[in-house]
């Protein structure tokens, strides 16, 4: 019996332009399958969504022909990708995952001792998924008025800017600058 790999997917880390601007190396770890050079990718995150060729892989400052899941390297991509790729975005096999600004989620605040707070609808949280940060308000269930540490909620999130995402997906949560809690992605909205 085979194995069916999932489709690539890469965390994009940090973008470098060389000097020439002929091409641009957005550099982070491939989370799961596997890219080869000449292949399509999908850059997905923060609005931006633009499908370019693989012109090469840097994978400590030696090229290959193939990087898989578990790898950190560096995807060489048209001059043209520059001014779009950033930090929090991923780079995808076409069409295999999508960005949403909307999603239900699981959540739970740390414990008290641990910085955890109390969580109010409308409250503005700054939310870590993946490697992307970004801004969003929380809405708890009409029964819930407030959430309070350690217990956990089902929650609807708005995000300001859209994000790749997944059913699953973990993420992290923080209030006032400190760690305030986690969550799973239970169902994509929008």
Do not use: C, W
Request: no cysteine.
């Amino acid at each position: 019996m085979s194995v069916v790999e999932k489709p690539f997917l890469m965390l994009v880390e940090d973008v470098i332009v060389p000097r020439q601007g002929r091409l641009v190396m957005p550099t982070g770890r491939i989370e799961r399958g596997r890219v080869r050079k000449g292949d399509a990718v999908e850059l997905v995150g923060f609005g931006a969504r633009a499908l370019a060729h693989v012109t090469g892989i840097d994978a400590g400052s030696r090229l290959v022909d193939e990087a898989s899941a578990g790898m950190n390297v560096g995807l060489l991509l048209p001059g043209a990708m520059a001014g779009a790729v950033e930090r929090g975005q991923i780079l995808a096999a076409p069409g295999s995952i999508g960005a949403r600004v909307a999603f239900a989620a699981d959540i739970t605040p740390l414990p008290k001792e641990q910085g955890g707070v109390e969580v109010l609808t409308g409250e503005s949280l700054h939310f870590y998924i993946r490697v992307a940060a970004v801004r969003g308000v929380v809405t708890l269930p009409r029964e819930t008025d407030v959430l309070q540490p350690l217990h956990m909620s089902a929650a609807t999130v708005t995000l300001e800017r859209p994000v790749a995402l997944e059913e699953g997906q973990s993420f992290a949560f923080r209030l006032r600058g400190r760690a305030a809690g986690s969550g799973n992605v239970t169902r994509l909205l929008h």
